[in-house]
């Protein structure tokens, strides 16, 4: 099997490096090598964070260069433009259609984008939108859509979802355990 690549992007808060770890935990228990980088840049001031995770029959490097992640998942649409310059040609993007205003806006020094999302679209033939804020929000915590977006990515990935389900129990704090697993399977659900 080729080595895939897997580049995560958001904002400190969202759940990014949960994700990582649900992720890199249930690809060791399908028997992939993986190995994954993690960068949490200023991430209690909602700066960005990123998380590149690579894995395959031998793996030998977590870092992804630029053009060579097969999926994008960006957790917030500007971290999508920020970070698309590593999905490759051929990649998919999964975007959540989430505003969380860097600094520079809320201050006034920048303007956030407008048109983001067709943006993308039109630069990202595979693009796939997912409103995971007000998914997670059905499942009964917001939180949880971090796992609504790792629920798309599975089924996207073609991965084993009962890996998953495990993983979730085995990862995330008992009180939280349902919330996410309902959440993944909505993500899952939303790409059949």
């Known amino acids: 099997?080729?080595?895939?690549?897997?580049?995560?992007?958001?904002?400190?808060?969202?759940?990014?490096?949960?994700?990582?770890?649900?992720?890199?935990?249930?690809?060791?228990?399908?028997?992939?090598d993986v190995k994954m980088s993690e960068v949490h840049g200023m991430a209690q001031r909602g700066g960005s964070v990123i998380t590149?995770?690579?894995?395959?029959?031998?793996?030998?490097?977590?870092l992804i260069?630029?053009?060579?992640?097969d999926v994008l998942l960006a957790f917030e649409?500007?971290?999508?433009?920020?970070?698309?310059?590593?999905?490759?040609?051929?990649?998919?993007?999964?975007?959540?259609?989430?505003?969380?205003p860097p600094a520079s806006v809320l201050t006034g020094k920048a303007?956030?984008?407008?048109?983001?999302?067709?943006?993308?679209?039109?630069e990202v033939k595979n693009t796939i939108v997912v409103d995971a804020v007000n998914i997670a929000r059905e499942c009964g915590e917001v939180r949880a859509q971090n796992m609504v977006l790792v629920g798309v990515l599975a089924r996207v990935m073609d991965w084993?979802?009962?890996s998953f389900m495990e993983v979730i129990k085995e990862v995330v704090p008992v009180?939280?355990?349902q919330i996410n697993i309902d959440a993944f399977n909505r993500g899952w659900e939303l790409h059949g």
């Open 1 to 32: 099997m080729t080595v895939k690549s897997i580049f995560i992007s958001g904002v400190g808060g969202q759940g990014n490096i949960l994700a990582g770890k649900v992720i890199t935990t249930a690809l060791v228990n399908q028997g992939y």
């Open 52 to 62: 590149q995770i690579r894995y395959g029959e031998r793996v030998y490097s977590p």
């Open 65 to 69: 260069e630029k053009g060579g992640a």
């Open 77 to 100: 649409k500007l971290e999508a433009v920020r970070y698309i310059e590593y999905l490759s040609p051929e990649g998919t993007l999964i975007v959540n259609d989430l505003e969380l």
């Open 111 to 122: 303007e956030y984008p407008p048109d983001i999302i067709e943006r993308l679209k039109s």
């Open 160 to 162: 084993s979802k009962q």
């Open 175 to 177: 009180r939280f355990a």
